[in-house]
């Protein structure tokens, strides 16, 4: 996961740790504070959006956005997922609406690996906040989640002028370059079937001297850079599903996840072009 990998390198490559560290910890601190006077949602959302600006200043990353006359006001966005600096991104104030994070469990009770600092903070901010924990390692719960998270947003949506969406990575991990071959994780579509939220694709391309943490031994090397995305119309699930059989319904996340695949990879064209 992005958060993990950028502290971890932060931690073993230079003083700027200590600034993160802090920082992390300072925002974490705020959003549970909020969370324990029962603030609503959007006030207890900022701390994270203000991590997500401190990241962005911190490793002096600039955000392009293009194609945000697609938008729409409260969705499941399903994004590419290049690297740890997009979702820096999303999490800031660079993208217009609160974006709540599918996040494997893992990252709930992350323990920050050379320095073995065990940062049970990190989790219960990120319950405050309203992230999404995901447990990969059992799909009928990883999918009742996600139906959860999209009840969440829904709701959240009702009365505010600051609205939130849920993201999601079907490529299910970092994938660095255009391709979209792990393109294929089927849950978020359910969930847009269940909840009635559209699907916004989202684009995703990133300098090459953002390195992934895969190849390199745990480390991010993010010392300036860029982050483009693109914003492709909003797909649309059926209105009306009751009573369709189980097969049906996997047949329309089928349709749904093949034309975000599509207008993804179209996305990711447009972006190349930008930089071509």
Known sequence: M???????????????????????IKRANQAKSLYAEGKIPEETYKPASDFGDDLLDQFK??????????????????????S?????????????????FATKTELFRLSL?????????????MQAV????????????ATSSLDNAAGMITEYNKNTDYPASLLVFPEGTRSPGDSLEGFRKKGAFYA???????????????????ADPRYIG??????????????????????????????EVKEIAHNLLQQTKALVAQGQEILRQYRS
């Open 130 to 141: 309203g992230m999404c924990e995901i447990n990969r390692s059992n799909p009928s719960q």
């Open 84 to 100: 740890a600096a997009e979702i820096m991104c999303f999490l800031s104030s660079q993208y217009p609406d609160r974006v709540y």
């Open 218 to 247: 745990g480390y991010v090397l993010i010392k300036g850079g860029w982050v483009d995305y693109h914003v492709m119309p909003a797909i649309h699930p059926p209105s009306d599903t009751a009573g369709l059989r189980v097969e």
């Open 61 to 82: 990353l600039e955000v392009n956005s293009h194609g945000l006359e697609n938008k729409v006001n409260g969705s499941i966005i399903a994004s590419k997922h290049w």
């Open 113 to 125: 690996g050379p320095i073995q600092v065990y940062t049970p903070w990190l989790g219960k901010a």
């Open 192 to 210: 847009s079937i269940k909840s009635g939220l559209p699907i916004q694709p989202i684009a995703v391309r990133v300098s090459e001297n953002i």
């Open 2 to 24: 992005g958060l993990y990998a950028t502290v971890e390198s932060l931690v073993r490559k230079d003083g700027e740790v200590k600034k993160a560290l802090k920082t992390m």
